[in-house]
Each structure stands twice: as C-alpha cells, then as structure tokens.
C-alpha cells in the first residue's frame, strides 16, 4: 500500500547497534511511498556507513552542518523545512538527553531544534540496553520529550546485542513504518472506546477437535488498526488466529462464544463504539466429551447434540447505553449468496444501526475484500480494495455517525 505516498521523511540516525536495522527502515519508508533524506550523527557512521544509507535511499546523506552542497550553507534549515516528519531511528539514550536541553552542535540535533515544530512532527525509536533504558534518567528524557511534543513511538522487548534481554531494542522496521503510517492518519476518533470482536471461535467437542468458522481474524486485526490509528483507545476481543496484535491495541484472547460473551460484555461500559466482525460459531455441543470420541469400527459415527450460544452482537445492541446512541454498534454479515437481502435483513434482525455485508468465500483468509453498508437509509458498497483501507474508509463513516465523546 502507498500510504507514505508524497511525504517526505527526514530519517535519522544516532549512535546505536540498531543502526544496522535503519537500512530495512528505510526500504520499508520507501516502499510505503515515501521519499526519505538520511542524516547521520558522527556516531552512527561507527554502525553503518553512507553509502549503504544513500543506495538504499537514492539520495546523499548529510552528516555535518558545515556541508557546503547546500547552496545557502544552512544544511539544518533547508532539510527540515522539506520535511513532513522527522524521524530518530536509532535514537541513542545520549541523543534523547541532547533533544531535551535543545543542544545543537551537530546537524541531526541542530535540525530536531529548528525544525518548525507545528508542521514538521518529531518521531523516536529509542534504542539502548535495558539497563539504559530503565534508567530514571532515560525515563525522564523520554517523558519529557514527550512533554515537549515528540512523538516517542517506544521499544520493542528481548535479546540484546550486547547479550543481555529485556526492553530497549529498537521497533521493527515495519513496526515503525505502521506507527509512521498511522501518524498521518486524521484523529477522527479522539477521545473514542472501540471495542472489536475478530477471527472465528473454537467450540471444542472433546479434547483434540471441535467446531469452528472459516475467519482468519484480518477484517478485524484491521480495523483494530485504523481506529487506534483514527486516535481511538481500542480494545480487541479476539478467537483463535495467528495474527500480531497492532501496537497499542489491548487484545483479549478467547476461545469460545461463551468466552467471547463474557470477555464483551464486562468491557462494555467504558465503549462508545462496537464492532462486531467475528465469525462466531451459533452452536456448541451440549456435552463436552471428556476423552477424545474413538472411531469405532464397524459402528455408525456419534451422534451429537447442540445448543445454541448467545448471540453477542444482539445482545449488545439491547444495552440500554446501544439504544441510547452511547454505544453505536456496527455488525457483520458474511453471506455467501443474496448479499443485498441477507445483509438488510440481518441489520434488522440484529437491531443495529449498521450492518456490513461482505460475500465469504471470497474474502476469507484474503487481504482484500468488498464491504457493502447498510443502514436505515439504504445501502453503499466501497472495494474492491484492501482490508486495511477498507477499514479506514469504515471507521471514517462510524466516525460521522457518532456522538461527540463526553469530556473527561
Ligand atoms: O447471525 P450471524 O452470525 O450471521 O450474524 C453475524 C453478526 O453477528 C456478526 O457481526 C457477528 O460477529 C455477530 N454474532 C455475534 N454472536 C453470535 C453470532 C453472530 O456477535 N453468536
């Protein structure tokens, strides 16, 4: 996808081992749309050299103020001012305690200092050995940093170059892209609680196999990820999938409808938005078997008996908050024939505002999809597209339907 298409990402790099994982940074910004200029601290030129940095990025690293290829002398000013985002990635703990006093006496630092603060934002990825990291000093840094309008985007947690594990590593390139990405994004769900149900359910039958959906979690996982980018606090209730949870996205493992049910609605109170995307399975057996049920041969298969589970969304949808409009509730419909018909009737069966209809068979487990919305006043379909931008374009159109979230 071509998010970062026409931003131009000033991408800079301090002292740090991390510096080796810049170059795929880079790579990845580019290939998101970007243009990205490269400038380097003295230090990092000890991890990676400019050469790799300027064939990766097509464009000559700056590392000095005193660089004369820029006509006017002011390497600082003329960079930043092309820039829709500056980004430090490694940033050093030592480059992070510069930042907060305003220290200038190199380039990457004089940039970050004359950089117009309201239209150029500044990005961090922190970089450093636990113990570095978990220092009061860094801590404060980092808080003031933040205080000070930079964005710090924080670690990622495990094995260390130096050895040692715990927090410090720098995000992975795609990890940071995805947080660059979602920056840009317009906050059309401030101040929003959204809570999601993604991926199938599991209903077990006896110890090794049990009942489930064709879900492979990705409409879901998306939409977790354009409203938290849309600024909204996202909680995702999610069945069986090996999917990464989104950065920042608090997700709540289930297996069953039953789970599903109960992990819904003790969260309820605190959401202003639900959606509904699981593909949850309408019946379980009534009798879990113990031991796993043997074939036996020479006898007719088992017989099984199945009760039906509770119907979330439906559920949902009766909450007094849901009918008052504090809770706008979004449902999911994966038909495989009759789209139009199915997906009205469903909006009305299910008593929500806004049902998406989308054919199954043709999306499961897919990337891409088309969503058909229906409401009290008719249908729109958007898509053929990918599921992240079909999200976005989604969570635009709950964003318009919702009541201004209430002051804290
Ligand atoms: O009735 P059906 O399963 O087709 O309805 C689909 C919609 O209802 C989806 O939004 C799904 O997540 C939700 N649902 C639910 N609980 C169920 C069954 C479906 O929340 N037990």
Same mark, same amino acid.
């Given at each position: 996808m071509n998010?970062?298409?026409g931003?131009?990402?000033v991408?800079?790099?301090?002292?740090g081992?991390?510096?080796?994982?810049s170059?795929?940074l880079?790579r990845?910004?580019?290939?998101?749309g970007?243009t990205?200029?490269?400038?380097m601290?003295?230090s990092a030129?000890?991890?990676?050299?400019k050469t790799?940095?300027?064939?990766?990025?097509?464009?000559p690293?700056?590392?000095?103020?005193?660089d004369?290829?820029v006509a006017?002398?002011?390497?600082h000013?003329?960079?930043s001012?092309?820039?829709h985002?500056v980004l430090?990635?490694p940033c050093?703990?030592d480059?992070?305690?510069?930042?907060i006093?305003g220290?200038?006496?190199d380039?990457?630092?004089l940039?970050?200092l004359?950089?117009p603060?309201?239209?150029?934002?500044?990005?961090?990825?922190?970089?450093?050995?636990?113990?570095m990291? *978990?220092h009061? +000093?860094?801590?404060?840094?980092m &808080?003031?940093?933040e205080?000070?309008?930079? !964005?710090?985007?924080g $670690?990622g947690?495990g094995?260390?170059?130096?050895?040692?594990?715990?927090?410090g590593?720098?995000?992975?390139p795609?990890?940071?892209?995805?947080?660059?990405?979602?920056h840009f994004q317009?906050?059309?769900?401030?101040?929003?609680?959204?809570?999601?149900t993604a991926?199938p359910t599991?209903?077990a039958?006896d110890p090794?196999?049990?009942?489930?959906?064709?879900s492979s979690?990705?409409m879901?996982?998306?939409?977790?990820?354009?409203?938290?980018?849309?600024g909204?606090r996202?909680?995702l209730?999610s069945?069986?999938?090996?999917?990464a949870t989104p950065d920042?996205?608090?997700?709540?493992d289930v297996?069953?409808a039953?789970q599903m049910f109960?992990?819904?609605?003790?969260?309820?109170?605190?959401a202003?938005v639900?959606? *509904?995307?699981? +593909?949850?399975?309408?019946?379980? &057996?009534?009798?879990?078997?113990?031991?796993? !049920?043997?074939?036996? $041969?020479g006898?007719?298969?088992p017989?099984?008996?199945f009760?039906e589970?509770?119907d979330?969304?439906?559920?949902?949808?009766?909450n007094?908050?849901?009918?008052?409009?504090d809770?706008?509730c979004?449902g999911?419909?994966?038909?495989?024939?009759d789209l139009?018909?199915?997906?009205?009737?469903?909006?009305?069966r299910?008593?929500v505002?806004?049902?998406i209809?989308?054919?199954?068979?043709s999306?499961?487990?897919?990337d891409?999809n088309?969503?058909?919305l229906v409401?009290?006043?008719?249908?729109?379909e958007?898509g053929?597209?990918?599921?992240?931008?079909?999200?976005?374009?989604?969570i635009?159109?709950?964003a318009?339907?919702?009541?201004?979230?209430a002051?804290?």
């Open positions: 998010e970062l298409a931003k131009h990402i991408l800079g790099l301090t002292g081992v991390a510096c080796y994982k170059a795929e880079c990845s910004l580019i290939k998101a970007a990205v200029q490269v400038v601290t003295e030129e000890q991890f990676i050299t790799t940095m300027q064939s990766l990025s097509g464009r690293v700056y590392t000095s103020q005193w004369d290829r006017n002398n002011m390497a000013i003329e960079l001012r092309q820039a985002a430090i990635a050093s703990a480059f992070a305690a510069k930042l006093h220290r200038a006496d380039l990457l630092s940039m970050c004359a950089r603060r309201d239209a150029v934002p500044l990005l961090i990825a922190p970089a450093m050995n636990r113990e990291w *978990a009061p +000093a860094t801590q404060r840094n &808080a003031q940093l205080a000070d309008g930079a !964005v710090v985007l $670690v947690q094995e260390q170059a130096c050895g040692e594990t715990g927090d590593r720098m995000l992975e795609d990890s940071i892209t995805e947080a660059v990405v979602g317009p906050k059309l769900m401030g101040g929003q609680s959204v809570l999601i991926g599991f209903e039958l090794v196999r049990g009942l489930t959906n064709r979690g990705k879901g996982f998306a939409l977790a990820r354009a409203a938290r980018d849309a909204a996202v909680t209730v069945g069986p999938v090996a999917l920042g996205v608090d997700r709540v297996d069953s039953q109960e992990a819904v609605t003790s969260r309820l109170e605190t202003t639900f959606i *509904a995307c699981a +593909a949850v399975a309408d019946w379980r &057996a009534e009798q879990v078997s113990e031991e796993k !049920v043997k074939k036996q $041969v006898k007719a298969p017989t099984m008996q009760v589970n509770p979330i969304l439906a559920t949902v949808a009766k007094p908050r849901a009918q008052s409009g809770l706008f979004v999911f419909a994966a038909e495989s024939h139009m018909t199915n997906a009205k009737a469903k909006r009305e299910k008593g505002p806004l049902l209809g989308n054919i199954g068979p999306t499961f487990g897919r891409d088309t969503l058909l409401d009290a006043k008719g249908t729109r958007i053929p597209d990918s599921k992240l931008a079909l999200s976005r374009l989604l635009q159109d709950i318009q339907r919702l009541k201004p979230p002051k804290p």
